[in-house]
Structures are given as structure tokens and as C-alpha cells.
């Protein structure tokens, strides 16, 4: 079992910065992913970035366009998203999740079966003002 606690969310003017953080333990594996996802109020959960146990990142680029920047620090079992350039449609609960790395074709994205992200956090809000 794997436990995820996010932290670092807040409320933040347009255009500043914030960085959420996301604490992992439990039975965490030598090989994952693991992944940030938001939901807006009204809104399906999207995926946001993501990152495999030897540091490879990818984005969904539509919603992100170089704004967000995932990353981990691995002594501390800790994932980050640091998130450049707030806009008020980034408003959102913003989780993280993990799951096991399937090889070299997967690039962490949300899919089913063995591809679905089975470990989530339980959230943490960011909000932006106009």
C-alpha cells in the first residue's frame, strides 16, 4: 500500500508562482509513475504532468504550455509541481497518484488496467484571483 499527502496548495494573484508537493510512502516500488492531476469545480479530473522512477517527464502539453514543471526528489520520497505564470483557470484541486512503470513505451499517462493510476492523494486546492 501507498500513501500520498499533498501539501502547498493556496490562493495566489495571476501570474505568480506556486509549487505543490506531494509526500509518498508505504510499499513504494523501485519502478513507477507518478503523476499530477487537477479538477476544477464542474470539470472532469485532468492530467496535468507526469514522471517515471528514472526521472523521464511528460506533459499534456495542451494544458500546461511550459507553465508547470514536475519533478521529485527521490532522498525524500517527494514529488513536486512547481507551477510558473498562474492563471485563474488553473483554479483547481490538484492531486497525486502513482502506479507501477510498465517499460520503455510508457509514458505515464492515465489509461486502464494495469495503466491506471491506483494509489491518489487526497488533494489540495489552488486558487487564482484575477
Known amino acids: 500500500q501507498v500513501q500520498l499527502v499533498e501539501s502547498g496548495g493556496g490562493s495566489v494573484q495571476a501570474g505568480g508562482s506556486l509549487r505543490v508537493s506531494c509526500a509518498a510512502s508505504g510499499h513504494t516500488h523501485s519502478s513507477y509513475c507518478m503523476g499530477w492531476f487537477r479538477q476544477a469545480p464542474g470539470k472532469e479530473r485532468e492530467g496535468v504532468a507526469y514522471?517515471?522512477?528514472?526521472?523521464?517527464?511528460?506533459y499534456e502539453d495542451s494544458v500546461m504550455n511550459g507553465r508547470f514543471t514536475i519533478s521529485q526528489d527521490n532522498a525524500k520520497n517527494t514529488l513536486y509541481l512547481q507551477m510558473n505564470s498562474l492563471k485563474p483557470e488553473d483554479t483547481a484541486i490538484y492531486y497525486c497518484a502513482a502506479r507501477s512503470f510498465w517499460g520503455t513505451h510508457d509514458y505515464c499517462y492515465q489509461g486502464v488496467g494495469r495503466y491506471e493510476y491506483n494509489y491518489w492523494g487526497q488533494g489540495t486546492q489552488v486558487t487564482v484571483s484575477s
Open positions: 514522471i517515471n522512477s528514472a526521472g523521464t517527464t511528460t
